[in-house]
């Protein structure tokens, strides 16, 4: 038999069954939220490590670094020359020193050297634009009662440009454009 007291105390458990319910979403919200603002903060350091790290590493860093390094020990070495307390070793040993610093920078700069050359085959020859897309087909032919493979490549610049095995077939715009401009200021 249902009475009046009976229904208020459901009312009542039923009232606080859903404030505890609310409170756990609420607090599992706030968990997640921390969590989430926890892993931005920690993807944020490492992404600040990885651009310090890479700033570390360019080649203008290096050679930076190196410069300042050869000079210092250019310096030792006049004022070790200068010193006439210093011995033979001392200034033998900062010779080779230098000799040393001075390898690392012949090497930094033929790697440079090497990765722009590398780098040259993805821009235009004429304005340095960067390749937007390469493709390679190859089609097979006839040739004096034999079928042979004849490969084609296809590579469009940022500027206009389509080479189409080995020659352009569209020309460079920036390239067409300044030749334009400097006909117009000398012709
Ligand atoms: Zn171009």
Redesign the pocket.
Known sequence: MVTINTVFWTQISSFVAFVFAVFALYRLLVDQKDATIQSLKENISYLKDQLADAKQQSPDVLAERLAKRTKMLEDELARLSDDKSATEAEINAKEAELASARGEAEALTRKVLHARELLREYQ??????PLVERAYHSESVEYQGREIDVDHDWST?????EIVDGLEREG????TSLAAQNFNLHG
Do not use: D, I, K
């Not at 235009?124 to 634009?129: K, N, T, Y």
């Open positions: 235009c020859p004429h304005c340095g634009s610049f940022e500027c206009g440009l460079c715009r920036v390239a």
